[in-house]
């Protein structure tokens, strides 16, 4: 894939770690060309793209292992059982969840924050009680715990963060209390790229005896995730931000805490007997997939983690490190221009804002240079009311993305305040 | 993103895609009109008013309109929101300033059919003149519902409805808001 500059022509310094060149031949759609451009594809924190190893798994299992699992004897259900579990097992390893059994598969984050909502809010929370949140939270992870607050009259408590998006971290401490029954926290702030101090927080919570929930759609595609290190009480996570398809996510939970909860769904498959007057639920992680899962999603994430386990961690840290600090060195060079969360720990993201022009036709204007962004509320309103803006233009950076792409937004952003005046 | 991408060629290892550049839409009127909007500010007489809401973008504008005898006395605009509302806000708010409701009517439904297609303005009748600069949002899908936002609250408001939201069910159109 040729880029629009050549790295050579960049201020920037050549990567040593990461053969980026050669990862983005694995990725079909960045050949794409839009408005007669090279595509500049920063929008990975909404969705990431799937490299050719995954799409080729998603064929092979549809063209030769597919049947419903969990049922039949027949050779086919036999393999795609063997190769759905096999894929719970790979994001096992991928978080380090203790057992296979604490692996649950979901259509996604807020499938699983959903679940967890349901399956432990509804039961273990009740009238008067609280729930912490941060003012950094995605409305998937505000919504569901303002309808069991709704539901059971519990009251939500907000963590709020400093100027440069950053957790204060003793108001965080003041909201743990006797009635506390849950926090529910984002690893990595989709909207600023915030990386919280999730150990601190989560040896607060859980010296009070509450449990935390952490909403990891944003970390895993940066930053090795090890739930047991951590120990938090749930995980989630989608598919889709970590070049896997779209329709999967995962939720851990300590297998303490999944036994006492609640199913969310009741249909097929979570269930070990049924009568018209009693039935048996099954064993977790069963209990909470009701259905036919996404079978070929699940297998198809089991093969994007591994096309990840090719790849050093440290590596993509390393490079995503440059990307930020390169992105944020020529974007503030730019007159007008403000970015909006400049926290120490970020990942992945910056947000910005340009003096008089509304970032939607900032999104508008980029796109004529073939530079995708996303612009809006990022779907984190109370972030956007924080910082007092309607909404921000956002650059988020995977692993595939160069620095000759950030050269490739900056000249872009200059076009956009060119047409503006 | 519906047909505003045009596939031209389909090969393995290449695809070519074209678009409609969005520089016809940001002409020096449009962007005039967002850098000195007309009408900007709140009547103090209103005898109708309606706020007007895009959740995709946070546009958010509040509309006052002064009507006498059914006539639109004035009409005055103020908010939050993209070039392309706050152009076609400004502009709308010149163009039926003085005219009986029954016109601003007309050009509400006029608009929305030439921003979402349903009207070739080169080819049918209509009373849009000069509105025609925003013809060019029916290439971008996603950029449609600025462009209809005033018109949507000006209805919104000669109808006695306090607000209204490009989201609202009997919204033409609807489309679901993008997650994250």
């Given at each position: 894939?040729?880029?629009?500059?050549?790295h050579?022509?960049?201020?920037?310094?050549?990567?040593?770690?990461?053969?980026?060149?050669?990862?983005r031949?694995?990725?079909?759609?960045?050949?794409?060309?839009?408005?007669?451009?090279?595509?500049?594809?920063?929008?990975?924190?909404?969705?990431?793209?799937?490299?050719?190893?995954?799409?080729?798994?998603?064929?092979?299992?549809?063209?030769?292992?597919?049947?419903?699992i969990?049922?039949?004897?027949?050779?086919?259900?036999?393999t795609?059982?063997?190769?759905?579990?096999?894929?719970?097992?790979?994001?096992?390893?991928?978080?380090?969840?203790?057992?296979?059994?604490?692996?649950?598969?979901?259509?996604?984050?807020?499938?699983?924050?959903?679940?967890?909502a349901?399956?432990?809010?509804?039961?273990?929370?009740?009238?008067?009680?609280?729930?912490?949140?941060?003012?950094?939270?995605?409305?998937?992870?505000?919504?569901?715990?303002?309808?069991?607050?709704?539901?059971?009259?519990?009251?939500?408590?907000?963590?709020?963060?400093?100027?440069?998006?950053?957790?204060?971290?003793?108001?965080?401490?003041?909201?743990l209390g006797p009635?506390?029954?849950?926090?529910?926290?984002?690893?990595?702030?989709?909207?600023l790229?915030?990386?919280?101090?999730?150990?601190e927080?989560?040896?607060?919570?859980?010296?009070?005896?509450?449990?935390?929930?952490?909403?990891?759609?944003?970390?895993?595609?940066?930053?090795?995730?090890?739930?047991?290190?951590?120990?938090?009480?749930?995980?989630?996570?989608?598919?889709?931000?970590?070049?896997?398809?779209?329709?999967?996510?995962?939720?851990?939970?300590?297998a303490?805490?999944?036994?006492?909860?609640?199913?969310?769904?009741?249909?097929?498959?979570?269930?070990?007997?049924?009568?018209?007057?009693?039935?048996?639920?099954?064993?977790?992680?069963?209990?909470?997939e009701?259905?036919?899962?996404p079978?070929?999603?699940?297998?198809t994430?089991?093969?994007?983690?591994?096309?990840?386990?090719?790849?050093?961690?440290?590596?993509?840290?390393?490079?995503?490190?440059?990307?930020?600090?390169?992105?944020?060195?020529?974007?503030?060079?730019?007159?007008?221009?403000?970015?909006?969360?400049?926290?120490?720990?970020?990942?992945?993201?910056?947000?910005?804002?340009?003096?008089?022009?509304?970032?939607?036709?900032?999104?508008?204007?980029?796109?004529?240079?073939?530079?995708?962004?996303?612009?809006?509320?990022?779907?984190?309103?109370?972030?956007?009311?924080?910082f007092?803006?309607?909404?921000?233009?956002?650059?988020?950076?995977?692993?595939?993305?160069?620095?000759?792409?950030v050269?490739?937004?900056?000249?872009?952003?200059?076009?956009?305040?060119?047409?503006?005046? | 993103?519906?047909?505003?991408?045009?596939?031209?060629?389909?090969?393995?290892?290449?695809?070519?895609?074209?678009?409609?550049?969005?520089?016809?839409?940001?002409?020096?009127?449009?962007?005039?009109?967002?850098?000195?909007?007309?009408?900007?500010?709140?009547?103090?007489?209103?005898?109708?008013?309606?706020?007007g809401?895009?959740?995709?973008?946070?546009?958010?504008?509040?509309?006052?309109?002064?009507?006498?005898?059914?006539n639109?006395?004035?009409?005055n605009?103020?908010?939050?929101?993209?070039a392309?509302?706050?152009?076609?806000?400004?502009?709308?708010?010149?163009?039926?300033?003085?005219?009986?409701?029954?016109?601003?009517?007309?050009?509400?439904?006029?608009?929305?059919?030439?921003?979402?297609?349903?009207?070739?303005?080169?080819?049918?009748?209509?009373?849009?003149?000069?509105?025609?600069?925003?013809?060019?949002?029916r290439?971008?899908?996603?950029?449609v519902?600025?462009?209809?936002?005033?018109?949507?609250?000006?209805?919104?408001?000669?109808?006695?409805?306090?607000?209204?939201?490009?989201e609202?069910?009997?919204?033409?159109?609807?489309?679901?808001?993008?997650?994250?």
């Open positions: 894939m040729k880029m629009t500059v050549p050579s022509a960049t201020k920037a310094p050549r990567h040593v770690g990461l053969d980026v060149e050669r990862l031949d694995d990725f079909p759609i960045l050949r794409l060309r839009v408005n007669g451009k090279p595509l500049v594809f920063l929008d990975s924190a909404a969705s990431s793209q799937m490299p050719q190893p995954v799409l080729d798994r998603w064929i092979r299992y549809q063209t030769t292992q597919h049947a419903n969990h049922r039949a004897v027949h050779y086919l259900s036999e795609a059982t063997a190769e759905y579990e096999g894929a719970r097992r790979k994001l096992q390893a991928f978080i380090n969840a203790g057992d296979e059994s604490e692996v649950i598969f979901t259509s996604g984050t807020t499938d699983a924050i959903n679940l967890v349901h399956g432990y809010g509804r039961k273990f929370i009740g009238a008067g009680d609280e729930i912490v949140l941060t003012t950094l939270e995605h409305h998937a992870n505000i919504v569901p715990w303002q309808m069991v607050a709704e539901e059971k009259g519990a009251r939500i408590r907000v963590a709020p963060v400093n100027d440069r998006g950053e957790l204060l971290m003793e108001e965080y401490l003041k909201l009635r506390t029954r849950l926090v529910s926290v984002t690893h990595v702030s989709n909207a790229g915030t990386v919280n101090p999730l150990r927080m989560i040896a607060a919570a859980h010296e009070k005896g509450i449990p935390v929930l952490v909403d990891g759609a944003q970390a895993v595609p940066h930053m090795k995730v090890d739930v047991q290190a951590l120990d938090c009480d749930f995980y989630t996570f989608s598919g889709h931000k970590m070049f896997g398809p779209t329709g999967i996510g995962v939720l851990y939970g300590k303490a805490w999944l036994e006492k909860m609640q199913p969310f769904k009741g249909g097929g498959d979570m269930i070990l007997s049924v009568t018209f007057e009693k039935t048996v639920y099954n064993t977790i992680p069963f209990k909470f009701a259905g036919t899962p079978i070929a999603a699940a297998v994430l089991g093969a994007a983690v591994d096309y990840l386990a090719g790849i050093d961690i440290a590596d993509i840290q390393s490079h995503d490190t440059d990307i930020l600090d390169y992105a944020t060195r020529e974007m503030n060079q730019i007159p007008g221009l403000r970015i909006i969360g400049t926290a120490e720990k970020k990942a992945g993201v910056i947000s910005f804002t340009i003096d008089g022009v509304h970032p939607h036709d900032v999104g508008t204007l980029l796109n004529d240079e073939g530079v995708a962004v996303r612009t809006g509320h990022h779907c984190a309103q109370p972030v956007m009311q924080r007092g803006v309607p909404a921000t233009s956002r650059a988020s950076f995977a692993f595939y993305n160069t620095l000759a792409e050269d490739a937004l900056v000249v872009g952003i200059r076009k956009v305040q060119k047409v503006f005046g | 993103m519906g047909n505003a991408f045009r596939l031209i060629t389909h090969h393995p290892s290449r695809v070519l895609i074209a678009m409609a550049d969005s520089k016809q839409l940001y002409q020096e009127v449009i962007l005039d009109h967002n850098r000195k909007p007309r009408n900007w500010g709140v009547l103090e007489d209103a005898t109708h008013k309606a706020e809401h895009n959740p995709l973008c946070g546009d958010h504008i509040k509309l006052t309109v002064k009507l006498s005898d059914d639109v006395d004035a009409i605009v103020e908010g939050q929101s993209c392309i509302c706050k152009a076609s806000a400004s502009m709308m708010t010149t163009v039926v300033k003085g005219k009986p409701r029954s016109d601003a009517e007309r050009l509400v439904q006029e608009f929305r059919d030439m921003a979402t297609g349903k009207l070739d303005h080169e080819r049918q009748a209509h009373h849009l003149g000069r509105l025609t600069v925003f013809a060019g949002v290439d971008l899908p996603t950029r519902k600025c462009a209809i936002l005033p018109w949507h609250t000006l209805h919104a408001a000669l109808n006695a409805q306090e607000s209204t939201t490009t609202a069910d009997a919204d033409p159109m609807h489309a679901p808001i993008g997650g994250e």
